[in-house]
């Protein structure tokens, strides 16, 4: 076997491997067996038709097809240790010259790992926040508690600041409907931003099926760049005005959640929560702002396209749930809303996506360099963990002893294991 390489840009090694006639024989044989193996011929068992006649039957040109596909997958270990190469992907193949019982030419695009020249992450070090809660927070929480609890009561008179409204809202941007500038049945409250600080504004005092109409000015920064720097009329039709009682802040409110005895109760509860979230926050924050740090003094090998396209749709994945599940909308209605298409979304994530991908770097990097590694023990208690969650996911469990499973739980140990450490001698 005869192995060419070549470096190609975006970190790609292009392997050029010649098979000899002499080397295709076996895999000529190997093919035809396995194709006669399932091969029916009239007055002959399935498969105890012989070879000559399958042969005849199927034609050399099927027979190469598989010949090829057994030799590609038989010799790709071999090719690989010759390489010695730490690939990021499956390689791209290409066929460059293929003939029944010829030698076999073909190419191999392998995307590798970057390598990484790696800062002195010893001397580096970062300030992490403290983390505390301040009255301001509590009481905001409060409110937001209370506001979700409130009590709607329908109304004939004008609206007023705290009522909320339902209605049916058009923009237009010099003279024509915006696209996805309709919405029926909106619900905002008067004094909220909605859009604009300035939009509910201009319905306070509005009545039931009164069409209002303003027009408002997106400043240039505005978070749809479809929309900043313009200005933009609006026709609001009110439908339905609702006043809202809140419930006093009081014993009553608290013991109404359940489990508190008063309100003071629950004002520990709501700091004790946040508290732990904003911890979690910050070990974050500190987190990434280390590796930020460490891959600003470092060095990188270019990163293939194909590492940076499996990174964008994992975050295109993330951000679908986190729309999903935090702001309640299907990801079709948040991409109509940002007047984007997932495009575009995945073309403005092509920087962070590299950020997280040096950052995965500079941990595998890391863990090998400090000798980084997982004990068995580890591993067991790890999956226990696993079990006692995923007790009814039948699927999960059966997972837990496989070895690509056992793979990905080493890697995801060894990783968390390298971040503490990078915590501790960075703080």
Known sequence: MKIETQKLPKNILEAKVTLSEEEMKPFYLKALEKIAASFTLPG?????????????????????????????????????????????????????????????????????????KLANFKKI??????????????????????????????????????????ADIEMFFEGATLENGTQKDAVFILGKNYYLKEFSQNLVDAKINEMKEFALDYPSDYLDKKLAGKRIDFKVKIKEIFSRELPPLDDSFAQSLGGFKNIEELKNQIKNNLLEEKKGKTEQKFELEILKEIAGQSEFEEIPNILIEKELTKMMIEMEESVKNILKLEFSDY????????????????????????????????????????????????????KRIYADKKEILDSLDKEDFKNYLENTIINRKTIEYLKKICA
Do not use: C, H, W
């Open 125 to 166: 070090k970062t300030k992490k926040e403290i983390s505390e809660i301040k009255e301001e927070e509590i009481k905001k929480f409060l409110e937001n508690l209370q506001e979700s609890r409130a009590k709607q009561i329908r109304k004939e008179s004008p609206g007023v600041i705290g009522d909320l409204v339902k």
């Open 335 to 386: 991409l109509n809303m940002m007047k984007k298409t997932k495009d575009e979304l995945k073309k403005e994530f092509v920087p962070q996506a590299e950020e997280r991908i040096k950052a995965a770097l500079i941990i595998r990097e890391v863990a090998l360099k400090e000798k980084i590694n997982v004990e068995e023990k580890e591993l067991e208690e790890e999956k226990e963990r696993l």
């Open 44 to 116: 002959f068992r399935r498969g105890a038709a012989p070879l000559p006649l399958v042969r005849l039957e199927v034609g050399e040109y099927k027979i190469t097809d598989e010949a090829v596909s057994l030799a590609i997958e038989e010799k790709y270990g071999e090719i690989i240790k010759k390489l010695n190469v730490e690939i990021a992907a499956p390689p791209q193949v290409a066929l460059e010259k293929v003939a029944p019982e010829n030698e076999l030419i073909f190419k191999l695009n392998f995307a590798l790992i970057p390598k990484v």
